[in-house]
């Protein structure tokens, strides 16, 4: 008996999921190589999907609602999946996030979440060396975040750099191209503003780490502060004052949004000769 024939669907949103989307393909005459050949994978990605071993994609829930006659079901399903995908301490702030009209975000060491590239994801999260298919889960939920920035009316991005993330090398000089490329592409985007902080500003306001303050559709605005093993939701209006002010602060340090674009794309030149 194989492990998916095993599985329990009880057990997890990924596991439900997974039984189900073997159940209904075998059910409709379908096999394995033509579900994956339709949904644009590898048969042993969908293999390990179908095993609860891999996340699945929101394009293949699309492809299996198509040609299993799901009426939508895994669409509708794919996001409480990705959802569970998270560390139980995280899944507030992604609600939070998702449901925030203006998003200010300051990182120091590596490019927000919410706009990098799936290899320059797969390199930080490699970093601290967890096993290989936890990285490739984490890469697809944290990809999933930037679904919002396609909504038709997405948040205002704001996002302030330190310098130190435009030089520090994640992965291979491939990965740091594209991830570059992405956010040049990013500035260019009416909703998102992106400065960067160059290192002659000297010390500035984010030195004591990065953060986000989110202004939400509803409710009070909060503050999420990253840490060593998790972050940290505040939402203590001194809290969210001193982030403003921070904020504003961090903003006046950097270079303007066009002279941010310029040392960028100085960083991307360099690394292409």
């Known amino acids: 008996m194989t492990y998916a024939e095993e599985l329990d669907p009880s057990e997890s949103v990924l596991a439900f999921y997974a039984t189900e989307l073997r159940r209904r393909r ?42 299993l ?8 399903l794919w996001p409480v999946v990705i959802k569970h995908a998270y560390p139980a301490w995280f899944r ?49 939920a944290r990809l999933a975040r930037q679904d919002i920035l396609a909504r038709d009316t997405p948040p205002e991005l704001w996002i302030v750099l330190d310098e130190n993330v435009l030089r520090r090398r994640m992965g291979r000089v491939d990965t740091m191209r594209g991830q570059l490329d992405r956010l040049l592409t990013a500035a260019e985007t009416p909703s998102i503003v992106l400065q960067v902080i160059p290192f002659d500003a000297g010390a500035h306001a984010g030195v004591g780490g990065p953060f986000a ?60 000769r």
Do not use: C, H, W
């Open 26 to 67: 075998e059910a409709a005459g379908m096999s394995q190589r033509a579900l994956a050949k339709e949904a644009l994978m590898a048969p042993s990605l969908l293999n390990k999907v179908e095993a609860a071993r891999r996340l699945p994609t929101k394009p293949l829930s699309v492809v299996a609602d198509k040609m």
């Open 69 to 76: 006659l799901a009426d939508e079901f895994f669409t509708r």
């Open 213 to 272: 303050a989110l202004t939400l559709d509803e409710g009070p605005d909060v503050v999420y502060v990253d840490g060593f093993l998790q972050g940290q939701i505040l939402a203590e209006p001194e809290s969210v004052k001193a982030a403003r002010r921070a904020y504003d602060l961090l903003m006046g340090a950097a270079l303007s949004p066009n002279r941010s674009i310029d040392l960028i794309a100085d960083v991307l030149k360099d690394l292409r």
């Open 92 to 140: 507030p702030y992604v609600d939070l996030e998702a449901a925030a009209t203006v998003i200010r975000s300051f990182q120091a060491q590596v490019v927000p979440g919410l706009l990098q590239t799936a290899d320059y994801a797969r390199a930080v999260l490699s970093a601290r060396r967890p096993d290989p298919d936890s990285v490739e889960e984490m890469v697809t």
